[in-house]
C-alpha cells in the first residue's frame, strides 16, 4: 500500500511548490488572515506553513492525514474540485513522502496538539503548546523516493515556482497578509490590502518599476511600469485594470506592447500594473466568467494614451 501511496502523491504534490500550494489553500479555506511560509534548502529540507486560521482539534488533526477524508463540501463547483486536486488527498499523500508534522489549537481551544506521520508511519499524536491556528511543517520532501527527487529542478528553479505560486495565490486573496522566506530570506511580503489594485501595486513594487501618473481627455492612466530589466519571459506579469476591474484585453496589452517596443527583445514581456480609469460612457466593461472583456468608444485614443503614458514614465527614469 506504500507504492500505491507514493504514486498517488506524484499526482498531488509533483514538487516543492504543489505541496506549497496546497497548504495555503488549506490555510485560506480555513479563514486564515495571515499566511507565512518557510522554505529550507528549496524546500526539499523543510517547507514551513503557518496560519491564523480556524485550527483543528485532535479528532479533526486525525482525520485530515487519513485518505479522501475531507471537512469541505464538494458544492457544485466542479471545476474548483478538479483544479484542487483529489480531495481530502493532500495532505495523506504529502505524509506518504515526507514527514509531516501538524501543529493546531481552535483560538478558543484552551490548548493545542502535535501530529506526526513520517513517511506514512503515524509517529506522534500528543498534547503541544503551540499558538492559535495551524502549523504544518513538511521535512525531507521525497527523501525516500529517489525516483520523484530525480525529477526536481535546481533548488533556484524550484524556489522560483514556490515564490509564483504564493504570488497568484496573494494576488487572488487581497485581504489576506503574505509572507515567504527562503533560508531565513524574505522573498515575497504582501500586507492585507483594501483590493486587489493595492496589493498588485504592493506585490510589484520594486526599485525596477517607475510610476506612472497620466491624464488627458478625461482618460487617466496610473501604476507602475516594469524597467525592460525586470522584464520577464513570460507575458502574465501584466496587471491591467479598468476602473478598478482586472481585464484580460488584447488593445491593452497590445499597446503596453508598443510602447516597450525598442526597448525589449523580442521574447520578453514588459512587467506593468496598469489602472486606467475613464467616465463608465467611454468604455463597455463586459464580465464574462472566463474572461473580463472591455470595449472602448475610443480605441485609438486608449491606445495612444497608454503609449504616451508609458513612454514618459520610461524617459524619466533615462530609460
Ligand atoms: P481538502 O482540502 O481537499 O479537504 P486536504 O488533505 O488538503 O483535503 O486537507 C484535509 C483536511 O484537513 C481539510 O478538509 C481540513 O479540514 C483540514 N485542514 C488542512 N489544513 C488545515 C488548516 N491549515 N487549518 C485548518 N484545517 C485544515
Ligand atoms: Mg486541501
Redesign the pocket.
Known sequence: SHLIDRIAAGEVVERPASAVK?LVE??L??GARRIRVELTGGGTTRILVA?D????DPA?LRL?VERH????LPGDDLLAIHS?GF??????SIASVARLTLE?RPPRAESGWRLVVDNGSMAEDAPAAVPPG?R?SVDGLFARVPARLKFLKSERSEVAAVIDTVRRLAMAHPMVAFELLHDGRRLLHAAAAPDLPARVLDLLATRDAVAVDFARDGLALGGLAGLPAASRGIADHQYLFVNGRPVKDRLLSGAVRGAYADLLARDRHPVVALFLTCDSSFVDVNVHPAKTEVRFADAAAVRALIVSALRRALDAAGV
Not at 69 to 72: D, E, F, Q, Y
Request: hydrophobic share 30%; net charge negative; glycine share 12%.
Open positions: 496546497e488549506n490555510s479555506d480555513a496560519d486560521g480556524q485550527g483543528m479533526e485530515a477524508a475531507t471537512s469541505k484542487f480531495r481530502g488527498e493532500a495532505l495523506p493546531s495551524t504544518i
